[in-house]
């Protein structure tokens, strides 16, 4: 997993197993967050978000879990595929008067192995 | 769809040279960032823009600039590039009648200073 500041670089899971990549944000004020992912050589691309009043959000093939009581953010791929591979950013916002901003993780890289 | 783009893929430019990054979204974005990625420490914020003419900056201003004369567009300067501004640099644009924070990037131009 990673922390938002802190670097944990790579995970490592087999094709069609789920993987887990996590996230430790830092500002309590905090509301919304989101998960990017970036292919190499490419910008990165949104994946999924939550907002501070739910525990979890489902989309396609991915689920993301908020624990707003340990600053925890995480990120499940199901049946993960080799298209899956890349470097996963979590990134936190909290409210402002002009444009949320966002502060993003320094990445998680995964690699899906045949 | 949402399209950020970005004037140059790659750029070589020499020290002390002044740079022009150009960005440009087609979503009527009121919101624009540029940011720096750097390996191990994740995406950083430069400055951002919340309406034409209106800037501020973001977590690592130093040595750059930026305009915003055109709604869709955002421009990046090095006012005298130095070396260790060789990066790849992001640029996205956010909508504030959303009330969400996702941000849509483009491509990235990766910059060497030599």
């Known amino acids: 997993g990673e922390s938002v500041g802190l670097h944990l670089p790579t995970l490592s899971v087999q094709e069609g197993d789920n993987s887990i990549i996590n996230c430790a944000y830092s500002?309590?004020?905090?509301?919304?967050f989101i998960w990017y992912k970036q292919e190499s050589g490419k910008g990165p691309q949104f994946i999924i978000d939550?907002?501070?009043?739910?525990d979890k959000r489902q989309g396609q093939r991915v689920t993301v879990l908020l624990n707003k009581t340990v600053k925890h953010l995480s990120l499940q791929i199901a049946a993960t595929q080799p298209g899956d591979s890349a470097v996963y950013f979590c990134?936190?916002?909290?409210?402002?008067?002009?444009?949320?901003?966002?502060?993003f993780g320094s990445g998680t890289q995964l690699t899906v192995l045949p | 769809d949402v399209k950020v783009t970005q004037s140059s893929r790659y750029l070589v430019k020499r020290t002390g040279e002044k740079v022009f990054l150009e960005c440009v979204q087609d979503?009527?974005?009121?919101?624009m960032f540029w940011y720096r990625q750097d390996p191990g420490l994740g995406l950083r914020l430069i400055y951002f823009?919340?309406?034409?003419?209106?800037?501020e900056k973001g977590d690592i201003p130093e040595g750059y600039s930026v305009s915003r004369e055109k709604k869709e567009r955002f421009s990046l300067i090095l006012e005298s590039a130095s070396t260790n501004q060789t990066s790849m640099y992001l640029c996205?644009?956010?909508?504030?009648?959303?009330?969400?924070?996702?941000?849509?990037f483009g491509p990235g131009t990766r910059l060497t200073v030599t």
């Open positions: 500002n309590s004020a905090s509301d919304y």
């Open positions: 990134a936190e916002s909290p409210p402002s008067g002009s444009a949320r901003q966002l502060t």
């Open positions: 979503m009527d974005h009121e919101n």
């Open positions: 939550i907002r501070s009043n739910m």
């Open positions: 996205a644009s956010s909508s504030r009648s959303q009330g969400k924070a996702e941000q849509y």
């Open positions: 823009s919340y309406d034409v003419k209106m800037k």
